[in-house]
T-cell receptor, first 113, second 112 residues
Framework: QQQVKQSPQSLIVQKGGIPIINCAYENTAFDYFPWYQQFPGKGPALLIAIRPDVSEKKEGRFTISFNKSAKQFSLHIMDSQPGDSATYFCAASSPGGYQKVTFGTGTKLQVIP | DAGVTQSPTHLIKTRGQQVTLRCSPKSGHDTVSWYQQALGQGPQFIFQYYEEEERQRGNFPDRFSGHQFPNYSSELNVNALLLGDSALYLC???????????FGQGTRLTVV
């Protein structure tokens, strides 16, 4: 059962472009929504996270937009760079168990010079 | 400051065998979780250990078991290996059960 749906599966943008990755969830008990970045051969690294009481959060070039009523959230990467090429996972977890993270299926991003 | 360390990095086992994977949490962390990441997929939660007890478990069969030691390190054991158990096994640690998890680089298990 896929509780966090992620799209697109892959994405190619030019340097300086703004890739957008979208996610949707079903479980209304989720209240913590992290995004992870994973490079080949490495474990996922926490990039940015949001809780449903805010609609937007920015950290550097990364922005999360959150729509609680639609149960959707998205990641925008401003001024993307070739070094941002990686697989991005949206995720969600519930109170009392933030270690039990439900991941999306991932988006492989390629930023071409 | 060492992050989450896992050993070994790669492992090849034969179907039907048993395997033990090891994890040392980030310094100061006391909670460890294990995930299975199949090729091209997102990680899937196996179980979480806190205070040497299994606290939460994902949808994995009893062939998957674990242990947490007094120094907070952890082991993941998989019995009766199947070809489908081939995956990257990730360990994550945190301080307590409700803070962000830091992931290790994983152990790549290949079952032949």
């Amino acid at each position: 059962q896929q509780q966090v749906k992620q799209s697109p599966q892959s994405l190619i943008v030019q340097k300086g472009g703004i890739p957008i990755i979208n996610c949707a969830y079903e479980n209304t008990a989720f209240d913590y929504f992290p995004w992870y970045q994973q490079f080949p051969g490495k474990g996922p690294a926490l990039l940015i996270a949001i809780r449903p009481d805010v609609s937007e959060k920015k950290e550097g070039r990364f922005t999360i937009s959150f729509n609680k009523s639609a149960k959707q959230f998205s990641l925008h990467i401003m001024d993307s760079q070739p070094g941002d090429s990686a697989t991005y996972f949206c995720a969600a977890s519930s109170p009392g168990g933030y270690q039990k993270v439900t991941f999306g299926t991932g988006t492989k991003l390629q930023v071409i010079p | 400051d060492a992050g989450v360390t896992q050993s070994p990095t790669h492992l090849i086992k034969t179907r039907g065998q048993q395997v033990t994977l090891r994890c040392s949490p980030k310094s100061g962390h006391d909670t460890v979780s294990w995930y299975q990441q199949a090729l091209g997929q997102g990680p899937q939660f196996i179980f979480q250990y806190y205070e040497e007890e299994e606290r939460q478990r994902g949808n994995f069969p009893d062939r998957f078991s674990g242990h947490q030691f007094p120094n907070y390190s952890s082991e993941l054991n998989v019995n009766a290996l199947l070809l489908g158990d081939s995956a990257l096994y990730l360990c994550a640690s945190s301080l307590g059960e409700n803070t962000e998890a830091f992931f290790g680089q994983g152990t790549r298990l290949t079952v032949v």
